[in-house]
T-cell receptor
Framework: SQTIHQWPATLVQPVGSPLSLECTVEGTSNPNLYWYRQAAGRGLQLLFYSVGIGQISSEVPQNLSASRPQDRQFILSSKKLLLSDSGFYLC?????????????FGEGSWLTVV | AQSVSQHNHHVILSEAASLELGCNYSYGGTVNLFWYVQYPGQHLQLLLKYFSGDPLVKGIKGFEAEFIKSKFSFNLRKPSVQWSDTAEYFCAVNNQAGTALIFGKGTTLSVSS
């Protein structure tokens, strides 16, 4: 069966510091990978998605970037965090191709920028 | 661009009351529709999904949703809610090419016993 792991679970970072959230999927190959952010009152916002190694689509201009160095690894980064980057970040995956792709979510990472 | 609107931000019900959460989407083509639920302290998980066939979809825990194409709607229903249904509910849509899901802002459901 497939599993998704995301870490760290919680993070408190000062403004201007870098960020790295990592996500890995096991039990499948060539998944679609996603980063979402859940901010209070704003629901789930798609940040990035990737259909393959090195292929990243950005949905919202922001202070963040994503990379996919390996097939089942997806990293969310920032060079300098802003207060507004605080939120709950969710990594997710789905099977490639086909219709009705269900998205499966990781446990999430709470980021507080102080 | 696709978008999803959930009309209710916070719904408060007593146990055994009926539930209907509204969801409307904007997209001109064929879509896949989803409802996800996030119970307190737990992961997001899939409640139900629609991608073709019978527009009335049944999911886990007694939930169902009806796809009404003419209204661009996919409302979630449950005839009798339980205290354990207290959670945040998200409607989501993607197109049939399977692009990333776009979520609504979510509806918080609070059920009192």
């Amino acid at each position: 069966s497939q599993t998704i792991h995301q870490w760290p679970a919680t993070l408190v970072q000062p403004v201007g510091s870098p960020l790295s959230l990592e996500c890995t999927v096991e039990g499948t190959s060539n998944p679609n990978l996603y980063w979402y952010r859940q901010a209070a009152g704003r629901g789930l916002q798609l940040l990035f998605y990737s259909v393959g190694i090195g292929q990243i689509s950005s949905e919202v201009p922001q202070n963040l970037s994503a990379s996919r160095p390996q097939d089942r690894q997806f990293i969310l980064s920032s060079k300098k965090l802003l207060l507004s980057d605080s939120g709950f970040y969710l990594c997710a995956w789905s099977f490639t191709g086909g219709i009705g792709n269900t998205i499966y979510f990781g446990e999430g990472s709470w980021l507080t920028v102080v | 661009a696709q978008s999803v609107s959930q009309h209710n931000h916070h719904v408060i019900l007593s146990e055994a009351a009926s539930l209907e959460l509204g969801c409307n989407y904007s997209y001109g083509g064929t879509v896949n529709l989803f409802w996800y639920v996030q119970y307190p302290g737990q992961h997001l998980q899939l409640l139900l999904k629609y991608f073709s066939g019978d527009p009335l979809v049944k999911g886990i825990k007694g939930f169902e949703a009806e796809f009404i194409k003419s209204k661009f709607s996919f409302n979630l229903r449950k005839p009798s809610v339980q205290w354990s249904d207290t959670a945040e509910y998200f409607c989501a849509v993607n197109n049939q090419a399977g692009t990333a899901l776009i979520f609504g802002k979510g509806t918080t459901l609070s059920v009192s016993s």
